[in-house]
């Protein structure tokens, strides 16, 4: 046990997403994706509203089971697998709409993310006694001097964590997620609503982790300026297809994409955003994709 | 918290000393303890049972006490709640000496009474009439003002089978403690009659929509429906749709349906239930019952028939007490359990219409009352039957 | 008497006690439909119906065609109360904190009656006159058809209302999307009050019919525990399935209650609630949806 | 705010009781329970084992309730299995006291498991009533498994003995009583602090994001069903051995909601909730009672109204309650704690 937690990261896992289909009743959200991301590297996958991304990360994640496909996890197919058993696997994700527990400190929320690497019984729970208490001191030792001391939030750490402010909540998440001994880290849309300064943090942050944790880092995120600058593969869906991949630059100056872009909304903040301006996906922090968060 | 309970504890405890101590309570008084439900489900019988029962302490302690102490009632409510009555139990024998107490029902009853064995010092009656407790060996410290729920059961068998031999009965029982308590005996006592029990009908403790039980009534067809577990409720509908239906059935009860005012409300649909009551009604004019008398000149308006039961056991509290301290013994359990079994023969000033015995923990004697809707009273329908043997 | 005449009148009496669980679900239904509120609160409203027709009745000596009409009313005014009281306070609490506050309404009310009224069981004045019914050879008992009659013209004038009435469409408007009742011009917390309002006077119409069957005492509340299996299997928000729901515990529990004995009645209707619970978690005809707290 | 500087070591953040004040009173309180038996008589020391039967059941409800977010109606079922257990191991085995309380608590842990079964399918109030449900299909059992459960007359216990010696009187029982729980109270204190406890608390706030995380809900919910019944159990045996009689009748219904009332009052997912709440909702009937012995000369009747108006108080707290003060006695507290650190000689 005490060896399994020195190895925070267990070195970062290749996965693949191969013919992956998804509907729901007649509406094909996925139509045959497939691509993957290398370990240790950042790969973005970006399209416009409605273009499956959410469901492509419920699909990896395991809240969604898709009707046709796989993905793999280091070769091994889990497409059947709950999310549990991902987790413990070392799939961590974060929430478009955060989804940290209300009724927790910041430090008990980053713990929690442990979870499935961890043994305490019920018993020895009841007694915290022992191994019990033993493997709580190791977590929180890890915790602090790997995660919480990592991304700055040591002033917070007994906060509740209603009383943050959106960027925060969103670095805690991301502290979430590194406790979870991340191989493949999920972020689904980790700047939306920020500023421009807590995005620019939040972007640093980001590299570190690739750099120092080596984790692999799939990201769905709208904010084209942050996916070019520190991507190094970008998956574009629309309409539940991979119409481009690539490099970003490659991305950048692919027609479709544009095209894409252009046909779902308003032409010139589409345009700004494909030129890297900030801050484009709206600051209301309550995206608008809320029921379906809740459904999934 | 401690602090909190502790100083609560001192404060209200010196206000209940000297809330109890206005009616000039006297350090040798002998008090009788109560948990009765003056509330709850069970209201309607604690509100007599306690008239009654002070109605009595009053007489005696006017003709100067006992041997000069003054008896006196002791009581919380309960709501007809167990917890309750263990509570108020708890509280009043903290605060008071007790030697006699009256409890409310028999999950009570059986709680305590391991508690009675223990302290020795207390016996106790009450508005149980449960079989179960009628047995001396397991209950040393218990006694009831009357027969127990089987007993009641055999005298109305008793009636029945000098009536009409060979009679179809039907058992109505709610599906309680309180209801279940007589079946067996009741079954095993009709077939020792030659009396056919024909259908049992067991209803949920709130049934107010009886219609199927009396589809299952009107097809077994009984001479007599004996009903068992309720004070009133369903009572009347099943008599209102019997009687719609053409029926014959007659129905009875048992003690706590007995009452002559609960009926009163029914009106006419009431006429002709009958049921063993033994006790006589406030309003009876019989010869030689001067404590009927004494009743109606210190209450001139009905008093029900709990009042009855509780006058009647502290009467026979009494006696249990006077005839310790006559012969000179202490006011424990033991001694006075074994004054209240010397009880025999006893004049109960025409509360009970017989001379009284008290062998065990019951009094199986009572009479079977019929009411008669417009009299608004319930009038004698058989002579006193006993049961003892 | 030859058993299937038996069978039938047990069925008779069932569809009967069936038609006072319906109609006593349909307060239930009412009131989830518009304000989401499950207000387990009915079956004391049920009883204070009961207990404010015996005070007009009995108390005013008013003639049976005054008092139903002001028992009603009173549980009317008393859910309009209870809904600006209560309920409105807790608006965008977790649904169980609402629920936990109807219970404790309930409470109250015991309590209210038991200090006004006493705890005696009692009898209401009769009004439904004594002969009997017969459907064929086929016994009725008069209280239970003249039950069935009236909640079977009630519940349909309620569904004629729910399709034509302007407030019943408000109802509906507001029970499928509250935000877009709001922007259409509909008074929301108006309906919410309406709802309230009528529900509760139908529960207390219920307890009315109830308690002239088999009296009134203020445990009598514990019929609204019946009607709430109801509606979970009829589902919460629909008229239809308080009455289908009704009709069909009503007979359950009639033919339990009678082949296996009284003491299966509760248990029977209370197991068949787990079934339906595990496969049809939002009843037979509910909206499909999972409550979340 | 506690800064890490301030601690030598995370042991010491992560202990139960971490300023100095905390744990004074906490000493303070738990010699206070030592002498308590000595300074009480018997209606209070009745009381006292009374709220320590109801707090134990109570903090396992909160478990459940307070810190999964899975309403239950049915912890005073669970008791009456617990109570049950207990006295049919008392009658028919004769095995030692605690042995039959903690037979008690598994059985009654047994059987929530069973009945959390729903949970999986159904949330919220829809498992609220499932679990009415399976209070009433028990209430049947007991009623009507007579060789185990004799009926409706019940089963009547002789004492527990413990060492050798009878517990009949109320302070015996105290002594017994108070550790038992005082441990319960330790163990689900120390459940929060374990990876098991943050999981129900995930599951509660939101459960599918619980589940990515890691947190598989079949297995933590009927873990939280199992640990909650298991309190309702034990809580149910010392039940047993404290009125000694177990009847049907003896958990009705309203006892559940009293449970729930009690963590709603005291305050849902708080350790100290459950506590206080089942503490207040105890001795608040029994206040009352005095108060009627002090309107009595005044008003003849008050006697009468003792009944309703404990009902009526009941109801009133929980509206009360849910209406102005959510988070219930135990934010009362805080609040008042955070006024007195305001003092300069704080801490």
Known sequence: MTGALDSGATGAARLEVEDLSLSFGGLKALRGVSFSAEPGSITALIGPNGAGKTSMF????????????????????????????????????????????????????IKLGRHAHMKTGLLQALAYWGPAQREEMELRAEVE???????????????????????LQKRVELARALAMRPRILLLDEPVAGMNREETEDMARFILDVKEEWGTTILMVEHDMGMVMDISDHVVVLNFGEVIARGLPHEVQADPHVTEAYLGSGDPAALMARLKGETGTTGNSGAPTDDRREDVA | MLSFTRRTLLALSASAAIATALPAAAAD?????????????????????????????KIVNEAGGLQGRKLR??????????????????KLTSQNTIHLYYGDSTGFAKTINGELDRMGTTIMAGASFATELNDPKAFQYQFMAGPDYSEMTGILLEYIAKEKPGARIVLVNSDTEFGRDPIAATKARASELGLEVVEEIITPPTAVDVST?????????????????????PLPEFMTQAKQLGLETKFMGTFWSMDASIWSKVGEAADGFMGVMPYRYYYDEADNAPMLDRIREMRPEYQSTPYMQGFLTAMLFTEAAKRTLEAGQELNAPNLKAALNSIENFDTGGII????????????????????????????????????E | MSDLLFFFEVTLAGLGSGALLSLTALAFV???????????????????????????AAGFGLPAWAAIPLAIAGGGLVGAVVERGLIRPMLGESPIAVFMVTIGLGSILVGLVELIWGTDPRALPAFMGNTPIFIGEAYVSRKIAIAFAVAAVVIAVFLVLFRYWRGGVALRATATDQAAAYSCGINVPGVFSLAWVIGCGTAAGAGVLLGSIGGISPAMGVFGLSALVVVIVGGLDSVAGALVGGLVIGLIEAWAGTYLGGEFKLVTTFGLLLVALMIRPYGLFGTTEIERL | MKIGTAKHSYQADEALLTTRPQRLWMGLFALGLCIAPFMLDNYWLYLACLVAINVASATGLNILTGYTGLVSLGQAAFMAVGAYTVGWMQLRLGTPFLLNIVAGGIVAAAVGLLVGLPSLRVKGLYLAIATIAASIILHFVFVNWQSVTNGNSGLTLTPATFLGTPLTDYKQLYFVFVPITALMVLGAANLFRTRVGRAFIAIRDRDISAEVLGISLLRYKLTSFAISSFYAGVAGGMWAYFFRVVTPESFPFVYSIFFL???????????????????????????????????????????????????????????????????????????????????????
């Not at chain 2, 009788?32 to 008239?51: D, K, Q, R, W, Y």
């Not at chain 4, 001795?283 to 009627?292: D, K």
């Not at chain 4, 109204?305 to 988070?327: A, D, Q, W, Y």
Request: aromatic share 12%; net charge positive.
């Open chain 1, 145 to 167: 001097r790997r995660i919480i001391d990592f991304l700055e939030i040591d002033h917070i750490r007994n906060m509740p964590v209603a009383a943050l402010s959106y960027g």
């Open chain 2, 73 to 90: 009632l002791a009581y919380e409510d309960t709501g007809y709640k167990v917890d309750a009555s263990v509570a108020a139990f708890n």
């Open chain 2, 353 to 388: 219409g017989v001379p009284i015995s008290i062998p065990g923990n019951s009094i199986p004697v009572g009479r079977i009352y019929r009411y008669d809707a417009s009299a608004q009273q319930m009038l004698p329908a058989s002579d006193w039957i006993s049961v003892q």
């Open chain 1, 58 to 109: 419920n699909c990896i994640s395991g809240f969604y089971k898709p009707q046709k496909g796989s993905v793999r996890f280091d070769g091994r197919d889990v497409t059947r697998m709950h999310p549990p058993e991902r987790a413990a696997l070392g799939f961590a994700r974060t929430f478009q709409n955060i989804a940290l527990f209300r009724g927790m400190t910041v430090l008990d929320n």
């Open chain 2, 29 to 57: 008084d002998i008090v009788i303890g109560g948990s009765i439900p003056l509330t709850g489900v069970f209201a309607f019988a604690g509100v007599g049972i306690e008239a009654g029962m002070q109605d009595y302490i």
């Open chain 3, 30 to 56: 009412l009131i989830y439909k518009a304000t989401r509120v499950i207000n387990l609160a009915v079956g004391e409203m049920l009883m204070l119906g009961g207990y404010l027709f015996f005070a007009f």
């Open chain 4, 261 to 347: 009332a009690a963590i709603i009052v005291g305050g849902m997912g708080t350790i100290l909730g459950a506590i206080l709440g089942a503490v207040f909702m105890t001795l608040v009937p029994e206040l009352l009672r005095f108060g009627i012995d002090w309107l009595t000369p005044v008003l003849p009747n008050a006697a009468a109204m003792l009944s309703p108006v404990r009902t009526i108080v009941f109801g009133l707290l929980i509206v009360g309650f849910l209406i102005f003060e959510p988070k219930g006695l135990a934010e009362i507290v805080q609040r008042t704690r955070r006024y007195f650190h305001l003092w300069p000689f704080k801490k």
């Open chain 2, 213 to 233: 039980e009396v589809l299952k009534l009107r097809r077994a067809r009984p001479d007599y429906t004996i009903f068992h577990g309720y004070v009133l409720a």
